[in-house]
């Protein structure tokens, strides 16, 4: 079954821009944007939470720092 749906032109035109090639249908696009999420599973959840705790604890090193201990 097919129907129609109501979107912003903002929303409209990032999906045109998402398009792989020119006559790819927006439902093609949408199916992939959906695949996508659902392929987040839940080990990749726990990974990201752990790296939301390392962040927020401050075990991270910014680019800047990096650089500078690479020499750059």
């Known amino acids: 079954m097919v129907t129609t749906i ?3 032109e903002e929303i409209k035109s990032t999906l ?3 398009k792989l090639f020119e006559r790819e249908t927006y439902n093609d696009v ?3 944007l959906i695949e996508d999420v659902q392929e987040l ?3 990749t959840k726990k990974e990201i939470e752990s790296a939301i705790k390392e962040i927020k604890s401050g ?3 910014t ?3 990096l650089a500078r201990e690479m020499g750059f």
């Open 63 to 65: 680019h800047e720092k």
């Open 16 to 18: 045109t821009q998402m």
């Open 59 to 61: 075990k991270y090193v």
């Open 30 to 32: 949408l199916e992939r």
């Open 41 to 43: 599973n839940e080990e």
């Open 6 to 8: 109501q979107i912003k």
